[in-house]
């Protein structure tokens, strides 16, 4: 069931604003200092101490969560078709790191997909159904934080000035996609 749901994206329309971005695998770790620093190597990405900030390298990236929560994203090529083997690799991978070190990882790829939204409105859409200050001085480039989008929980990401990444539980596809384009068709009709 989990690879079936990876592999099946959530219907999702792409618009000039926003794009369902390709599967990916993922992973929530919780650990220390310790854990992290033994993770990095592994994963590829180092982990960002400083809060509500996401480190990239390449197709892979961690954004802190919370207090020793981390998302581990992996959007790679190889990520779009990967195996529920290729998936546990990885996580076998991190788990031999951390063996002796106290750590909670739990693959969640099968739980969530992300949305890209983009262009001049973007922050100005979400912040129609989102209560944070998406002003580019205040939630900056590369910060991101768990959130609602009205009563989605989401966990949006400032990629670029006029770009966001989201990601968005499956069972909540609809009603996020919908929310959004009835915002927008204040800017792009409908």
Not at 2 to 19: G, H, L, N, S, Y
Not at 68 to 81: C, F, M, R, V
Request: a negative charge; one cysteine or more.
């Amino acid at each position: 069931m989990p690879d079936a749901a990876i592999r099946c994206q959530p219907p999702v329309p792409a618009t000039e604003w926003m794009k369902p971005m390709p599967p990916a695998m993922r992973f929530i770790l919780h650990g220390d200092t310790q854990a992290r620093r033994l993770a990095s190597p592994v994963w590829g990405v180092a982990f960002a101490e400083q809060s509500c900030r996401a480190m990239t390298q390449d197709a892979r990236a961690t954004l802190w969560l919370g207090p020793d929560e981390y998302l581990l994203l992996d959007a790679g090529e190889g990520s779009q078709t990967a195996t529920e083997e290729s998936r546990v690799a990885a996580a076998d991978a991190l788990e031999r790191v951390l063996v002796d070190v106290p750590h909670a990882l739990v693959n969640v790829s099968h739980r969530q997909f992300a949305l890209q939204l983009g262009g001049p409105n973007a922050a100005t859409i979400l912040s129609g159904a989102c209560p944070l200050d998406l002003n580019v001085d205040e939630f900056p480039v590369g910060m991101c934080t768990r959130t609602v989008l009205a009563k989605a929980d989401i966990v949006l990401w400032r990629t670029r000035d006029e770009s966001f990444h989201v990601e968005v539980w499956r069972s909540f596809a609809g009603y996020v996609t919908g929310l959004l384009s009835e915002i927008a068709s204040e800017f792009y009709g409908r």
